[in-house]
């Protein structure tokens, strides 16, 4: 439970923030004139925040919409992405937040307006031509969703601007604001696995994966389109095993007809990242795995990320095809 609001005073008054602050009436409220003072400073512990974050309700100035990273893109050729908060609920060992971000403190941005506007300007770029837009980039665009209502009002933007493909990328099964509308043809919902091993090792607080298997299947029951995430591959002895049991057990009961991409990518961290996690949590197996730590990207040895890539490519083409596959490296 949040015990602690940070409040800019721009949106103190702010409808969203009010709402947002009624769900947390016994917390400590501190007014502040802009959220970078508690969140950017150096020396946090992100390890002990992640245990009792505080919530910071800002405003967004300026970069509301930027292009996406190499590898995101799902068929489209005009990809940018948008936060309207940074950091996540949930708390997985790999989670690259952990190595970009000083804080680990929530912070929503409420003034989700401005946000259309800066999208309405990208369309405007690129005229004619369709553009997606990532919202799960700095946060689980949905984990958050019965506290920021985001979703609903993503899905009013959208609904009115249909050369905008919006992606909502998510381990949550927060879809309660999906299924009280008719699906749209502009937007995917991207649920993202591991096998149970690596779940259980690594994804502290994510649902099981039964229940996003089955919040999945209710949305493609709802003809929403459905993304498939399998980034970061994680490596083991046993990898073909778990793999093969993940993707039939995802894949069993989904028409294919309601998936739109797969997207896959081994687990990669740019090094100062991965030099953070490490010392965040020195003990973890994940990073002491067969890792080529020299490099800038640090990834899996070649020969294993490979051999993981080709493995789990195989398989999941088996599934859907090659059209509908993206691998999340260039
Ligand atoms: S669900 Fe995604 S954003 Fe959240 S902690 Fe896990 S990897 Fe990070």
């Given amino acids: 439970m949040t015990r602690l609001v940070y409040i800019e005073d721009a949106v ?43 919530l910071l309700l800002a405003r967004k100035l ?22 309207h908060m940074l950091n996540c609920v949930y708390d997985c060992r790999y989670c690259f937040l952990q190595g970009m971000f000083r804080s680990a403190h929530y912070v929503v941005f409420v003034n989700y307006e401005d946000f259309a506007q800066a999208i309405d300007g990208v369309l405007a770029q690129h005229r004619d031509e369709d553009c997606w837009f990532f919202s799960g980039h700095d946060c689980d665009s949905l984990a958050y969703d019965p506290l920021t209502g985001f979703a609903q009002w993503a899905l009013e933007c959208f609904a009115a601007r249909p050369r905008a493909q919006l992606e909502f990328r998510t381990k949550s099964t927060q879809i309660r604001s999906l299924l009280a509308r008719p699906a749209l043809n502009n937007v995917v919902v991207a649920f993202s696995f591991t096998p149970q091993s690596v779940h259980a090792a690594l ?119 090659d059209n509908k596959l993206y691998p999340c490296q260039p």
């Avoid at 073909?240 to 991409?261: I, K, M, T």
């Avoid at 090094?271 to 990073?287: A, I, Q």
Wanted: contains cysteine; proline residues 7%.
């Fill in 12 to 54: 103190a008054a702010h409808p969203r923030a009010q709402r947002i602050l009624a769900h947390f009436a016994k917390a400590t409220r501190v007014h502040c004139s802009r959220y970078s003072e508690v969140f950017n400073p150096r020396a946090q512990n992100f390890r002990l925040q992640k245990s009792d974050p505080a």
């Fill in 62 to 83: 300026n970069k509301l919409v930027l292009p996406a990273p190499t590898g995101y893109a799902i068929g489209g050729l005009n990809n940018y992405y948008f936060s």
């Fill in 203 to 321: 994804e502290n607080k994510v649902p099981g994966i039964d229940k996003r298997i089955a919040a999945m299947l209710q949305l493609a029951h709802a003809g929403w389109r459905i993304g498939l995430r399998f980034d970061p591959l994680i490596y083991s002895e046993g990898y073909a095993v778990d793999y093969g049991q993940l993707f039939e057990r995802v894949f069993s009961d989904l028409p294919v007809s309601s998936v739109h991409s797969v997207s896959f990518g081994a687990f990669r961290l740019p090094r100062d990242s991965f030099k953070t996690l490490v010392n965040l949590y020195p003990g973890e197996p994940l990073l002491a795995g067969p890792l080529n730590t020299d490099a800038a990207m640090v990834g899996y040895r070649d020969n294993l990320e490979t051999e993981l890539l080709e493995f789990c490519r195989a398989r999941l083409s088996d599934y859907v095809g």
